[in-house]
C-alpha cells in the first residue's frame, strides 16, 4: 500500500519527498494536519531499516512538526506514533511515522475519531481536495533541512 505511493501507483497529498522518504497527508486523520513519515523501502519493522534511514525519517518528521506549527494547525504539540507490528495496531506493513498534531483540548475529539476514522461520510473526492490544500500548505512551510 504504501510502496504504491512511493511509486507513485496510489494518489497520495504530499507534504515532501527526497531520496530516501515521503510525507503525505494520513487519508484518515486523527486531528487536522496528521501527517505520515514513510521510507522509500520496503519494510515492514523499525527495526529492520538501517540506523540512518531511521534518523533521516526523525529528521523531517521534527520538520513537518515545524511546518504544522507555523500554518497555525492546532499543534502546541505533537504525537509521534510507530505502530510497531501489527500486535500493535500497525494497519499497513510498511514502516511508517504518525505525526498528530495536538493542543491541550483535543483528548475527547481524538478518542471519537479513533473510534470511527474509516468511516467516511463526505466522500473520497473532497477528502482528497482538502488533504492537496493542506499538504500544499505544509510543504510550503516546510524549514530547510
Ligand atoms: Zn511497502
Redesign the pocket.
Known amino acids: 500500500?504504501?510502496?504504491?505511493v512511493?511509486a507513485g501507483r496510489a494518489p497520495a497529498s504530499v507534504v515532501w519527498q527526497d531520496d530516501q522518504c515521503i510525507a503525505f497527508m494520513d487519508l484518515f486523520p486523527l486531528n487536522e494536519g496528521h501527517v505520515l513519515v514513510v521510507p522509500r523501502v520496503?519494510?515492514?519493522l523499525l527495526n529492520e531499516l538501517p540506523a540512518s534511514l531511521r534518523d533521516h525519517l526523525f529528521r523531517v518528521a521534527c520538520r513537518v512538526i515545524a511546518a504544522q506549527k507555523a500554518i497555525g494547525l492546532h499543534a502546541d504539540g505533537a504525537n509521534l506514533v510507530v505502530n510497531d507490528g501489527k500486535p500493535a495496531n500497525q494497519h499497513?506493513?510498511?514502516v511508517h511515522v504518525h505525526l498528530i498534531p495536538r493542543d491541550g483540548g483535543d483528548l475527547a475529539a481524538i478518542g471519537v475519531r479513533m473510534a470511527t476514522r474509516f468511516l467516511n461520510p463526505f466522500g473520497m473526492d473532497a477528502r482528497r481536495r482538502r488533504l492537496d490544500a493542506l499538504a500544499a500548505r505544509l510543504a510550503a512551510a516546510m524549514p530547510p533541512a
Open positions: 500500500m504504501f510502496c504504491a512511493v520496503h519494510a515492514p499497513v506493513p510498511h
